[in-house]
């Protein structure tokens, strides 16, 4: 297997506008977290999904954020209207079984948003 | 919900000797402790974990410690080397997620 893969790996937006960000979990794992890292906040839990369902959404900062998993091999992480403090980078995991395992992270999408 | 706390932030440490992370959470119920490695530019990596039945797990030169009734956890690596030089994030589990500390800053001196 591949890993978890994110697309795109980076990215530079006006502020704005429309961003979507991909992850492709591993096949087979049943849980699929969505995180935010920044310097000021360190590495933040914005969603997670079990079974391809949105179990924890607390972490997500405000509306404009949104996320959704249509199967269970793809996962998409929305930002309309992005701004400026958005940048960040976005990491996916998943993970099997409980959730109290071993996640594994994809690459991360570098956001930029000017 | 749950916090971790993280100390120090950075560790500047001569290679060969050892280097102490240390965690601190604040939820009772949470029962799993994994520690990730983050490299520059880089996804964070699972190094080593332990779950609350265990009170230290050792692997090679790092070694995890956890102190339930004090709640707190903690991170050894002996016998450094420049390749330890990376950014050390604790995380505490409960039933419900995965909450990281700040991160630790390492660097190996040669």
């Known amino acids: 297997d591949a890993g978890v893969i994110q697309s795109p790996r980076h990215e530079v937006t006006e502020m704005g506008q429309e961003v979507t960000l991909r992850c492709k979990p591993i096949s087979g794992h049943d849980y699929l977290f969505w995180y935010r890292q920044t310097m000021m906040r360190g590495l933040e839990l914005l969603i997670y999904f079990n079974n391809n369902v949105p179990i924890d959404d607390s972490g997500m900062p405000e509306d404009r954020f949104s996320a959704k998993m249509p199967n269970a091999s793809f996962s998409t992480l929305k930002i309309q209207p992005s701004e400026p403090r958005d940048s960040a980078v976005y990491f996916c995991?998943?993970?099997?079984?409980?959730?109290?395992?071993?996640?594994?992270f994809g690459q991360g999408t570098r956001l930029t948003v000017v | 919900g749950e916090n971790v706390e993280q100390h120090p932030s950075t560790l500047s440490v001569q290679e060969g000797d050892s280097a102490v992370i240390k965690c601190t959470y604040s939820d009772s119920a949470s029962n799993y402790f994994p520690w990730y490695k983050q490299e520059l530019g880089k996804r964070p990596q699972l190094i080593i974990d332990?779950?609350?039945?265990?009170g230290e797990k050792k692997d090679q030169r790092i070694a995890v410690t956890l102190n339930k009734t004090a709640k707190h956890f903690s991170l050894h690596i002996t016998e450094t080397q420049p390749e330890d030089s990376a950014v050390y994030f604790c995380a505490a589990h409960n039933d419900y997620k995965l909450s990281f500390g700040a991160g630790t800053t390492v660097t190996v001196r040669a």
């Open positions: 995991a998943s993970s099997f079984g409980h959730p109290n395992t071993e996640a594994f």
């Open positions: 332990i779950r609350s039945n265990v």
